[in-house]
């Protein structure tokens, strides 16, 4: 076989360039981009409803978002900090998402296209 073509498992054959296009369409590659777009979409929907409630309110209910807590802090300000909140807590649930679902995987995918599996 010349190392043009794909060997019958999908692996290339050594030294031979892997063939991404191919594995872009195949179904473990497929299987990869919906586990993706399973976990970013909605998280990234939620996050941007979040903060469109943030700015509306901001922008529409100055009594409410004034209101004082404790001190000199407000609504307005719990509500400016729980988008960093939220910010870093959608990072550590990817990662976790990432780390047990695409990482391993990708990784397949990986090894199987360039012929390195153990």
Do not use: C
């Not at 009594?63 to 000199?72: A, I, Y």
């Not at 990072?91 to 360039?114: F, G, W």
């Amino acid at each position: 076989m010349s190392t043009t073509q794909n060997a019958a498992d999908g692996a290339a054959p050594t030294g031979a360039t892997p063939d991404w296009g191919a594995a872009q369409a195949g179904p473990d590659f497929v299987e990869l981009r919906r586990r993706l777009r399973n976990f970013v979409f909605p998280m990234a929907g939620l996050f941007l409803a979040w903060y469109l409630l943030y700015a509306v309110l901001a922008d529409y209910a100055h009594e409410f978002m004034s209101r004082k807590l404790v001190g000199n802090i407000n609504v307005g300000l719990v509500f400016g900090l729980l988008q960093f909140v939220s910010t870093f807590l959608i990072t550590t649930l990817y990662v976790r998402h990432a780390n047990k679902n695409l990482d391993p995987r990708a990784e397949a995918i990986r090894e199987r296209l360039e012929g390195t599996q153990q």
